[in-house]
């Protein structure tokens, strides 16, 4: 993704931000500056675990038991995901 910010002196120093949401949530974000030419390389991972977290957490995948990566294809924009009862997940 390549963003560019105003193209003048127009934001004064520390006054503005671009970045990147996901499901209305931000997900990066960096200082804007006037006449700034950002690159924001986007690589997301999917991960589903279970759990009790609140809405705007920061959940480190890493210390989940129960995390799994969701791998999709070129082409595939969906996936069935079964929390089994035995807490292992089953990915369709």
Known sequence: M???AVA???IPEGA???GVAMGGAPVFAMAAD???DATIDTKP???I???????GDVI????IENSVRIHFDEGTNSKKVTLKEDETWSIE
Not at 49 to 55: E, I, L, R, T
Not at 60 to 63: C, G, V
């Open 60 to 63: 480190d995948t890493d210390a």
């Open 34 to 36: 006037s006449n700034m």
């Open 2 to 4: 390549h963003q560019e």
């Open 16 to 18: 503005q931000s671009i």
């Open 45 to 47: 991972e999917y991960w």
């Open 49 to 55: 675990a279970h759990g009790k977290f609140n809405a």
């Open 8 to 10: 003048n002196n127009s």
